[in-house]
């Protein structure tokens, strides 16, 4: 029997040292910029505007998807709630940057519910802080029906 050629590359073994529970070990990615949702939707059609006055627009099926999760997903519509929104979080320097994006993006009802989706906060903000700033972050928010 003749061997078939491999149909994709083999995958590298990961290097195991990032992790976001309670310890928050993100490697190499520790101290890199991060964003929310609402901010790489702004940006992602920031630069669609551009190219399309430049008429350099090329739409992959990637990008479409990627723009349609971004409009469903993405919790802030406004520019100045998102950009209200990143004041807050980056008043609070005791929270990893990744950290922020994920409040940002999640918008928890309660401090309980962040601090289990995002445990690395557990012990880096007080309940009522959190809460507090997840009732500012609330208050910005765009419901639609």
Request: negative net charge.
């Amino acid at each position: 029997m003749s061997a078939t050629a491999p149909t994709s590359r083999t995958r590298g073994q990961p290097t195991g040292d990032e992790e976001a529970t309670t310890e928050l070990r993100l490697g190499e990615f520790r101290n890199v910029p991060t964003l929310t949702l609402s901010e790489a939707r702004l940006l992602i059609n920031a630069v669609m505007d551009h190219r399309k006055q430049q008429r350099k627009v090329e739409e992959t099926e990637t990008l479409i998807k990627t723009q349609d999760y971004l409009d469903v997903f993405a919790r802030f519509k406004q520019k100045e709630n998102i950009e209200a929104v990143e004041r807050m979080l980056a008043s609070h320097d005791e929270l990893e940057l990744f950290e922020r994006s994920q409040l940002g993006s999640l918008c928890c009802e309660s401090a309980e519910e962040a601090k289990t989706l995002i445990p690395s906060l557990s012990n880096k903000i007080s309940d009522s802080d959190l809460q507090e700033l997840l009732d500012d972050i609330t208050k910005l928010r765009n419901f639609v029906e």
